[in-house]
């Protein structure tokens, strides 16, 4: 097969976003090749049913063969910039990406919080509690887990509790009539000669969200075409999960983006104890929004002291108050309690 010009390929890595982690990022390795195509495809949809015919239909796994993927893993690449996949090395947006109106979106909010420049800080809607959604979830650089099974895979960002579910050879199904933050996914397993076992996967019904933090909006039209599959990274010398994603979005782009997203095993995150915990959005609730005389948004925090301050933690008043104050056994961290003397 050869390779359409109908996508627009751009090889993505992620950075590890939080500052001073207890995790250093990993050496980066190198990218797999894009997966060609020989047609353009005027839809998502279409591109999936293309590669059900391609694969014959597929392959149906038990228990014993379906690939495991357990263990924690982190996306395994990294960019200067967050904005690298829409903006040049001198900061201009490139061109004949993104539709007049959606272009036109992104410079509004490079305008008003110069985002390019700070990647995102001044304001993200992570800090309202939201999911990061699709497509973010592909690269948020915190750990995950992917669980699959014969009739489903289980794909967990612990960020958000943002967690995706594949549904193996079935339709869509949406009784909600509504979108989702992680959309409707649904999916097939099969041999690939040259990759072994891919898993593919269309998404629909996704939320209007971002690429990133920063980065261009995406619309409610967005849909995903996706392979997945284990890739031997030679040049750092170890098994990696690598996904070929075709992004769908008729408000937001030209045409379909092709993007390539790595994972990582951390053996050093299972080595160290770490578990993926409830992500509890109580732990948000001090923040709230501020614009300057220019109308840019920024993303305050009260702090311990503060009027409003409500302690995430947990106190009985604040978090129980249909409880007595005082009420034992209510502390919501008594291993901390034992161990620091917090002044507040």
Not at 19 to 40: R, T
Not at 196 to 208: F, K, M
Not at 279 to 293: G, H, R, S
Request: proline residues 7%; hydrophobic residues 35%; contains cysteine.
């Amino acid at each position: 097969m050869t390779l359409s010009k109908h996508f627009k390929t751009i090889f993505l890595s992620v950075c590890l976003a939080a500052s001073g982690s207890v995790f250093a990022q990993p050496g980066q390795g190198n990218l797999p090749d894009a997966i060609p195509f020989p047609m353009e495809f005027e839809t998502s949809r279409e591109h999936y049913d293309y590669l059900m015919d391609h694969y014959k239909g597929g392959v149906q796994h038990d228990y014993l063969s379906v690939p495991k993927w357990e263990g924690l893993w982190s996306t395994s690449a990294h960019q200067a910039r967050n904005n690298l996949l829409f903006m040049d090395e001198d900061n201009e947006i490139i061109p004949g990406i993104l539709t007049e109106e959606y272009e036109a979106a992104f410079r509004y909010r490079l305008d008003l919080g110069n985002q390019a420049f700070n990647a995102g800080v001044d304001y993200d809607r992570l800090t309202t509690c939201e999911p990061a959604g699709i497509p973010r979830w592909f690269r948020e650089p915190y750990v995950r887990e992917f669980l699959n099974t014969p009739t489903y895979s289980l794909w967990h960002n612990d960020l958000a509790n943002d967690t995706r579910r594949i549904y193996i050879n079935q339709e869509h199904v949406n009784i909600d009539g509504t979108h989702f933050a992680a959309g409707d996914s649904i999916g097939f397993w099969a041999e690939d000669e040259e990759l072994g076992d891919v898993l593919v996967v269309h998404a629909e019904d996704i939320y209007p969200a971002d690429f990133f933090r920063g980065m261009p909006p995406t619309s409610n039209q967005a849909e995903t075409v996706e392979i997945w599959y284990e890739w031997w990274d030679a040049e750092s010398n170890e098994m990696k999960i690598a996904v070929n994603v075709y992004f769908y979005d008729a408000l937001m782009l030209e045409e379909p983006l092709n993007i390539i997203y790595t994972y990582r095993y951390r053996q050093d995150m299972e080595d160290a104890g770490l578990r993926i915990r409830y992500w509890e959005c109580a732990q948000n609730q001090n923040t709230y929004l501020t614009f300057d005389e220019e109308g840019r948004p920024n993303t305050q925090y009260r702090l311990p002291g503060d009027p409003g301050y409500l302690d995430p933690r947990g106190t009985p008043s604040t978090r129980n108050p249909d409880l007595p104050p005082g009420l034992t056994g209510q502390e919501k961290s008594p291993v901390f309690d034992d161990q620091f003397d917090f002044a507040f």
